[in-house]
């Protein structure tokens, strides 16, 4: 089949003309690959190479990959045309899913045989869009964080009918096209990240709603509390290092019962055996023999950089 | 009385030795203030210096206050002696309410009058703590969040015998002294920013305990996406500039229905004509008139600095 080597893809087809079709293509762009754009019409052109351009600053400053050039990308309203030789599909299309069944149900033919399709979908799972698609083994979610050309979470999970060695094949692909992969263990709505983030906006509209705090008071408070350390260590880790020696252990024996208490409007799980000791064996492995000093130091000068940078871009510089 | 103007501060009292105590010892003195610290006893000494050894060199990576110096700490436990000349006292004790409330009675007598007590607690209320204390109405909470010296966060809200002059005292004098106050609207447990990580932090436990995510899922989706974002937009404003044009109104408008689905245990609020409003407003308000376009720029561009960063860490660097 013509399903290359994750490292051996050449040409990508990203299909879409809205924001992340066209960041997607920057991204490809910029890692040096061979890009072909699908646009729903041409006309689309103009608004798709300004997001490309205002990406591109961007991109620069992080280090384009040798050879790579706005150059190398190809637009087309032709879809037949766009997938031919493709070594892989981006599909952005809108988020309507009796749109996006009847495009993979022309994919699942189109794309030449084994090359891997991965949706950029944030709202339906795979076991659904690929209802149509003749071909529905080699489709996968390939779900992306907005700016798509700038964040480097890529979620991924098949669906039903999916091979495990195409969710696999992607994982190596966007690893190697510098992108930070997570393979999901299950199709759930709104996969890890966008769970998370909507206990945010959730907790953060019961606050507005109640009068606790205003749109202002959320975002300060995100702004210059968790958030320059969450980009450094993810919430696991944070506690695991700001609890010294004990670590995850210590955090969940001592501050556990604190669970219990009407911090946000979730009700926490129940603190089992099972789940302390997954908590703790993931923060071990994560951490990987690695003294919480050493993790500490190194949160630290992140954060240094971060606030740099924060106030950096706020005075108009990079 | 003995309180001066925000800005004339000279003499800073940190209580506690542990990290917190000391953290907020080293931020003070890189702000140029000369800081007492109440240790509960002499031993202590060699782990705060070691903090603070710790702190300050990301406090001259940050950049250092003129006059800034660590010679500038005077040790004691003598409380007495370390509160007599305070201009603002730092309390952090270790977090037993029945330990604050003695200590609160101690300090409301021995502390110059009007001098402002603030409590770095994060789970007790200002109403509970200032029980005991003759002199309540200079109490109040300044919460920060860990580490003290880096992250600008400080949560500020009064009792119910606090005098509203104290609390607004406080909020220019952490403003003054580098800090991000964000003034509470009601005294909820956990404030804003804790019930905010709080809510991520139920979600990843509900996932890790289901088996839909390990800790490490968990931490990858977070420093991989959301967080950078968060770092240079709170989730509102991220909202808001991510629809373009038509901002925190067309996300409620449009994507309002979708708070119903199954993302985060989380229930959403009803979002009623009341909510929608603060939502759009609100972001009006922290906007500013800036087109979102800038603001989107602005969010690149940081981004690329906080990834930079983050990399630099990692690799060893600053």
Redesign the interface.
Known sequence: MARPLPQDVKHVVSIGGGPIGAGWAAHFLARGYDVTGYLHAMPEEAVYRKILD??W??LE??GLAEGASRERLRLTDNLEDAVRTADFVQESAPERLDLKQALYAKLGTLVPEGVVISSSTS?FMMTDIQMLCPTPERTVIGHP???PY????V?IIGGKKTSPDAVEWARDFYAHAGK?P?V???E??????????????????????????????????????????????????A?HV?CGEGG?ATNLDQFGP??K????????????K??RD??VD??D??AAGRHFEEM???????????????K???AG??
Do not use: Y
Not at 261 to 272: I, K, M, S
Not at 299 to 308: N, S
């Open positions: 205002t990406a600053l961007s400053q992080l709202g964080f907005n700016p700038l964040l480097p979470l979620e930070a997570l999901m263990k299950k759930i709505p709104g996969f890890v990240a966008t769970r998370l983030q909507e206990a945010i906006w959730r907790e953060a509209l019961h606050m507005v709603a109640n009068g606790e705090a205003t749109p202002e008071d959320i975002d300060i408070a995100l702004m210059n509390g968790p958030a320059p350390r969450l980009a450094i260590q993810g919430q696991c880790m506690f700001a995850m604190a669970l208490l009407p911090w946000t409007r979730l009700q926490a799980p129940e603190l089992t099972e789940l997954r908590m993931g923060c492995a994560i500490a130091a190194e949160r630290d000068r992140a954060i240094v950089g971060i606030l740099k940078a924060v950096a871009a706020r510089g990079v």
